[in-house]
């Protein structure tokens, strides 16, 4: 058996195109063009792309897009100033600091001051508390994603046996928590778990977030099982140069699985498309409007 491939640009896409047609619906109705600010502290390579890229979708959306670039050196309170005036604004909706932040600066304090109405990245205290409680609230862009690639495979997510390997703030217990509002029965594996294996063996709907290139095995996965990789590694390649792996190894994965995210161009892509989407719905809630399904 080999797996069906989940196609996130593809799905990406469809939901980008679903955001700019609501976009317009909003300037046209009622004269408001949501607003991102992206945050960007020093120079990292790879955070340099993908906030190129975040305000590229965001202007191919519709949407107005406001780019901050800050030195490396740049102090906590300068950067506390800036996201109070970001709060302030009304044209601006959503709010994203990229992370890593600089050692000089506390991520929590920064994440913390970030209007909770305006958190696109789910990670204020309040919004953490929300989806914690099962309330409506900002969901963290990578977790929602991940669920929405997975109803690509399932009509409904109801009674499936999942399992998420990870525990993260940003994305293991995000996921899980989704996934529990889903009417799943979940379980959070991690590094301390007994049996690693034969637990990832009892999945569905398998999650896997860790961080290290092609841990989870083909013999771990439940035959049929649908698997969720979120994990994006960069490994030596045979003749030199790098190429990218997930957490899954692939290869073994395929040939087990009944659907199976690639990486690259499976979770990725969904984290930017859902990044439009809290900021939509940010736009929206601010004007007393009902969030788009």
């Known amino acids: 058996m080999?797996?069906?491939i989940i196609d996130g640009k593809a799905e990406a896409a469809r939901l980008r195109a679903q955001i700019a047609v609501d976009v317009a619906e909003l300037k046209r109705d009622h004269g408001v063009v949501p607003g991102l600010a992206v945050v960007l502290v020093g120079n990292d390579p790879a955070s340099e792309v993908y906030v190129r890229n975040k305000a590229t979708q965001t202007r191919e959306a519709g949407m107005a897009?406001?780019?901050?670039r800050l030195p490396e050196s740049l102090s906590e309170h300068?950067?506390?100033?800036?996201?109070g005036e970001l709060n302030a604004r009304p044209d601006v909706h959503g709010i994203l600091v990229q992370?890593?932040?600089?050692?000089?600066?506390?991520?929590e304090r920064i994440l913390t001051a970030i209007?909770?109405?305006?958190?696109?990245?789910?990670?204020?205290?309040?919004?953490?508390?929300?989806?914690?409680?099962?309330?409506?609230?900002?969901?963290?862009?990578?977790?929602?994603?991940c669920v929405i690639l997975?109803?690509?495979?399932?009509?409904?997510?109801?009674?499936?046996?999942?399992?998420?390997?990870?525990?993260?703030?940003?994305?293991?217990?995000?996921?899980?928590?989704?996934?529990?509002?889903?009417?799943?029965?979940?379980?959070?594996?991690h590094s301390q778990t007994r049996d690693l294996p034969s637990t990832c063996r009892r999945a569905d709907l398998l999650v896997v977030a860790v961080g290290r290139?092609?841990?989870?095995?083909?013999?771990?996965?439940?035959?049929?099982a649908t698997v969720i990789d979120v994990g994006i590694n960069r490994v030596p390649k045979d003749g030199g140069g790098t190429r990218?792996?997930?957490?899954v190894a692939f290869d073994e994965a395929v040939e087990v699985a009944g659907a199976i995210t690639p990486v690259p161009g499976g979770v990725g892509p969904m984290t930017i498309a859902c990044l439009l989407a809290n900021t939509l719905t940010c736009a929206r809630l601010r004007l007393g409007l009902s969030v788009a399904a």
């Open 2 to 4: 080999t797996a069906r």
């Open 65 to 68: 897009s406001f780019e901050y």
């Open 78 to 83: 300068a950067l506390l100033e800036l996201i």
């Open 99 to 107: 992370l890593p932040l600089p050692p000089q600066i506390s991520s």
């Open 115 to 145: 209007a909770p109405e305006k958190d696109v990245d789910g990670l204020h205290p309040i919004n953490v508390g929300y989806l914690a409680a099962g309330k409506a609230g900002l969901v963290p862009c990578t977790p929602l994603g």
């Open 150 to 189: 997975a109803k690509t495979v399932h009509e409904s997510l109801q009674g499936l046996d999942v399992v998420v390997v990870g525990r993260s703030v940003l994305v293991g217990r995000p996921v899980a928590q989704l996934l529990l509002g889903e009417n799943c029965t979940v379980t959070i594996a």
């Open 213 to 224: 290139p092609q841990m989870v095995r083909g013999a771990w996965i439940k035959p049929g």
């Open 244 to 247: 990218l792996v997930g957490d």
